[in-house]
């Protein structure tokens, strides 16, 4: 039976598979920076602030003092700040001017710009800009929304690769973590006077450490504080915005991921958060828009001091020892109820080999044979992607090699998963959200589970006839899908799952986050459960729960690339192309008596074979 064939017109090219753009690349320059909070004399009780939001590294020097009526106290490295904003564009060719605030609450007046400091009812600043016409730098342009991926942004930041120039620069990475902070403290609904605690993690990629130093700048330099995870997956990020635990400065007011899932080593980007979960599209563009300007101005200013406080904090720690508890949880709360299995795991030389570590040891598993769990960003041994045929060939084989019980990998950033049985039956795509219908369905009978738009039919009637539930299929996108679940809820239709086929998966539990982890914690929790009743059970009992799910004899997803400089195009825009495809095939599938349009569909064209 032919299942389907699903095409899309997808308005938002991805870097991946189209032509680059030939934006000019920026310099670097090596810059080893620490934040530092500098006072002035005791006796002259002034607090030394650099003011500009927009004056990032290697620029004019604009140094702001304030005078202040009252002794300010200092414990360890931490001490409270209040900021606000002011627009630098009026600012960039002062010259010792003086500025007033006679308010007792400082405003916002420029949500892009400056940041400074009020403390009691009249406040005066000074503004030293020792500034001339060789302080000027001249930077290159870039086209900051061109780096926008759907509710992401990513971009080359390893040069080298032939026809990818660098985009993602250190100073690029500053204006967008500036802008962050600004669009955060308008999200807050803060008054200027609050300051900010922002996460900030990264995967394994060859270019984090220096993004994460630029990004940490970017925020600090504004006067907000940066809580430093280090190599951290993606979920744990978002989990950091709702973690009560003082003692390592959580909650986060956000969150940002340093990442670019599975694209080649030269690329990378950013994931952000805040307590309602990832931005969104018109969020992320509303950032990039505030980064452009924040970069543009940075031509006029100067290199500027840090005003906020770094820590560094071992989070990831904290994060799998909630997936340990949910574990033992399910089974009682038994102290190691994996004891005995053995599951081996394929990190890809992502940031997800803690899981062994850190979740399945404690946990009484037996881990020999689990392989590329050391961070590398070059990804030597396959491409850490739970949708890849030579990464899923890995893990297979490491299973079946070892006589594992059960096998996990992971992505990049570990936000999507997949397993792979005893047998070697490989669980994922169509496969891992039946897997995972079937577990919700159990624990919430009757409820919508929303997919992307490639699902199988078999998948449908899987879901509908077989567990009881609705099957609800979307758009592709994972925060689409998520989306698409959250909105089904708010107008009174229970939805707890959301899943893509690229192993993206979302629980309402989980606070509607994709934690590929945690997904793979749901599985575990249904083979401890049954230990508990049978010690001698497997993975068969993960097995069983699919059984029944009618697939497609061969699936293959075809990828093609359109050159937008290409004579079909005439000129037009990349939309209007894709949209005369979709038309055409529309017409194809109306004039064929074997075929049939899907009646109901949210993206491109759907169509069904009539033969079976």
Request: aromatic share 6%.
């Amino acid at each position: 039976m032919l299942d389907l064939i699903q095409v899309s017109n997808n308005t938002t090219p991805c870097s991946a598979f189209l032509p680059a753009e030939k934006t000019p690349s920026l310099p670097s320059t090596p810059r080893a920076r620490r934040p530092r909070i500098r006072t002035a004399k005791p006796a002259s009780r002034e607090l030394f602030l650099l003011t500009s939001m927009a004056a990032l590294s290697a620029k004019a020097i604009q140094n702001a003092f304030l005078a202040q009526d009252g002794p300010r106290t200092r414990h360890n490295t931490r001490y409270t700040c209040d900021f606000c904003a002011l627009n630098t564009r009026s600012m960039h060719s002062v010259q010792g001017c003086r500025l007033s605030l006679a308010d007792t609450s400082a405003k916002w007046l420029n949500t892009t710009s400056t940041a400074w400091i009020s403390f009691g009812k009249q406040a005066n600043i000074s503004c030293n800009a020792t500034q001339g016409a060789s302080d000027v730098l001249s930077i290159d342009k870039v086209d900051f929304l061109k780096l926008q991926n759907g509710s992401d942004i990513r971009g080359v930041a390893i040069a080298g690769v032939e026809g990818e120039p660098l985009n993602l620069t250190e100073l690029v990475a500053e204006a967008i973590a500036a802008a962050f902070a600004a669009w955060l403290l308008n999200k807050k609904e803060a008054d200027g006077l609050r300051r900010l605690r922002i996460s900030v993690g990264h995967d394994s990629r060859i270019s984090a450490h220096k993004l994460q130093n630029a990004v940490t700048h970017g925020i600090t330099a504004v006067g907000h504080d940066v809580l430093q995870f280090g190599l951290a997956s993606t979920p744990a990020m978002f989990n950091s915005t709702l973690t009560e635990d003082a003692i390592h400065h959580c909650p986060a007011d956000g969150g940002i991921m340093i990442t670019a899932s599975h694209l080649p080593y030269n690329r990378n980007g950013f994931k952000f958060f805040t307590s309602d979960g990832g931005l969104n599209k018109t969020d992320i563009k509303d950032i990039l828009e505030r980064a452009s300007r924040i970069y543009e101005e940075s031509a006029h200013c100067g290199k500027q001091e840090q005003t906020g406080v770094v820590t560094h904090v071992d989070y990831m720690s904290i994060y799998a020892s909630d997936l340990v508890q949910a574990v033992r949880k399910s089974a009682g709360n038994k102290e190691k109820p994996l004891e005995g299995l053995h599951i081996v795991v394929d990190a890809g030389n992502g940031a997800g080999g803690f899981f062994v570590d850190k979740v399945l040891k404690p946990l009484g598993a037996v881990t020999d044979g689990s392989q590329f769990l050391e961070p590398d960003g070059l990804f030597p041994n396959h491409i850490p992607n739970p949708e890849d045929k030579a990464a899923m060939e890995a893990i297979t084989q490491a299973v079946l090699n070892n006589k594992a019980d059960l096998g996990i990998i992971f992505d990049t950033d570990v936000d999507r998963s997949a397993a792979v049985d005893s047998s070697g039956r490989e669980l994922n795509r169509n496969r891992l959200i039946a897997l995972m219908s079937a577990i919700v369905l159990e624990e919430h009978p009757g409820t919508t589970v929303v997919t992307d738009s490639v699902t199988s039919d078999g998948l449908t009637v899987f879901i509908e006839k077989k567990l009881g539930g609705k099957h609800h299929r979307f758009k592709r996108g994972y925060k689409n899908v998520i989306d698409e679940a959250i909105r089904l809820n708010s107008i009174g239709e229970e939805s707890h799952l959301a899943m893509e086929t690229s192993g993206h998966g979302a629980l309402k539990e989980n606070h509607w986050l994709d934690d590929g982890a945690y997904m793979m914690v749901k599985l575990l929790n249904k083979l401890a459960g049954a230990r508990t009743l049978n010690p001698n059970i497997g993975s068969k009992v993960l097995t069983d729960l699919v059984e029944g799910l009618e697939e497609a004899a061969v699936t293959v997803e075809i990828r093609l690339k359109i050159d937008q400089n290409h004579a079909d195009l005439k000129g037009g825009p990349f939309r209007d192309y894709g949209e005369s495809i979709l038309k055409h095939l529309e017409s194809v599938i109306s004039k064929d008596p074997n075929l049939r349009k899907a009646p109901k569909n949210h993206e491109g064209v759907r169509r069904s074979s009539l033969l079976s």
